[in-house]
């Protein structure tokens, strides 16, 4: 079955940094663009960053260009989200996401076919 697992949030410091993976299984990676979400309880989901399938295109939210970078690696069938400059207002719970028409996607007026369990990201002060 399909399965997004992410890993590698945890509790930093302002100013501080992590990495964030998410390793999929179940589906044909490379044939999907890849998102990363975050949700605060009582708050819409964010997409803050997306990558399309060859990796060669990525997309930011505002919120957090300059400090996020997406990458991935289609031969470990893995995406990452590196994050710097951590502030206490990235305190969220972190999704990763799979999905073909990015465009889509990324406008809001579809969402991703496959979604990982989340992984908690807490910045303190």
């Known amino acids: 079955q399909v399965q997004l697992v992410e890993s590698g949030g945890g509790l930093v410091h302002t100013g501080g940094s992590l990495r964030l993976s998410c390793v999929a299984s179940?589906?044909?990676?490379?044939?999907?663009?890849m998102y990363w979400y975050r949700q605060v309880p009582g708050k819409e989901r964010e997409l803050v960053a997306a990558i399309t399938r060859s990796g060669g295109t990525t997309n930011y939210a505002d919120s957090v260009k300059g400090r996020f970078t997406t990458s991935r690696d289609n031969a470990k069938n893995a995406v990452y989200l590196q994050i710097n400059s951590l502030k206490s207002e990235d305190t969220a719970v972190y999704y990763c996401?799979?999905?073909?028409?990015?465009?889509?996607?990324?406008?809001?007026?579809?969402?991703?076919?496959?979604w990982g369990q989340g992984t908690q990201v807490t910045v303190s002060s």
């Open positions: 996401a799979a999905g073909d028409s990015i465009g889509l996607i990324i406008g809001g007026v579809k969402a991703p076919d496959y």
């Open positions: 179940g589906f044909t990676f490379n044939m999907f663009a």
